[in-house]
């Protein structure tokens, strides 16, 4: 957002500030003023004029301005009406250099989950892709998965829902006691990179928001239905500033998974591209990694599709 237009929504949102007020404390004239607040009216900023001056009555637009104002993190935004895929969008962002962007849509016509699985991405929902420039090796690239599961998890959580986390990406709200669950929202990881250091890493983040239960697939659940609708600009804000505070603290994301995680204790089996594995799922390892006690002692396994199976 213009830093100007940011500045006379910071003055205007404690109180009723005038033009000729507004004009001199950031050295621009009345006619630039007018401009700009008819300008933020424009972008959905509800904005009344009275004797008194400029005040800002409420924040309801969902774009890039209104996620950008009181965002507490150094993310730029660019929002869609409607996009093929978030995710896609920000691989064409990385090869033109960007870093630091989430690329926000109201719905996705081409969303996709892992596996090039189709993820149903209607209007309603919160579709969101952050790309960033991480100084680590690729090795250290799932711990950004987790994070961004935790945040996401988070978020939820402060909308009112009992969010959990099904490794390795999965955020779940658990139904019973016996490891059964319905899925919220799933998120899909990519990047570039070399041997020694990654190029770009792009987290696509989708959540089932304020979206009804009857609409999703089978086995997943919604925000809406959880706990009813939330604000998803401010959804989105929590989101990012918690992704952001991990991404710059690696080493407090996988105490933080395993808080959430409702995979831990559960029994599972793992499919992987060198054959599946069934047992108890006990750890996961500072690198994401889940740890699984089988019949034949102690796997690890970086990558594969996990299932919660019925206790035996």
Known sequence: MNETRRAILEAIADGPVSGPELAESLDI????????????????????SGPTGYE??????????????????????????????????????????????????????????????EWSSPSGGVWVSVLTRPAVAPAQAPLYTLAASVATATAAREAGVDARIKWPNDVVVPVGDDGDYRKLAGILTEMEGETDRVEWLA??????????ADALPEGATSIREEAGDVDRRRFVQRLLESF?????????VVPAWRELALTIGQRVRVDRPTGEIVGEAIDVTESGALVVETENGRETVTAGDCEHLRPV
Not at 40 to 45: I, K, N, P, S, T
């Open 244 to 252: 952001d505070r991990y991404r710059t603290d690696l080493e407090a």
């Open 56 to 117: 800002l009555t409420a924040v309801a637009a969902y774009n890039a301005p209104a996620v950008e104002f009181e965002l507490e993190a150094p993310f730029s935004v660019e929002y869609h009406d409607s996009v093929g895929s978030t995710n896609d969008r920000a691989r064409e962002l990385a090869a033109e250099g960007a870093t630091d962007v989430a690329v926000l849509a109201d719905e996705q016509v081409g969303g996709r989950g892992r596996l090039e699985r």
């Open 203 to 212: 987290v696509g983040l989708g959540v089932n928001a304020n979206l009804d």
């Open 29 to 48: 004239s009345r006619a630039a003023v007018w401009k700009h607040i008819d300008g933020l009216r424009e972008a959905d900023f509800e904005i009344e």
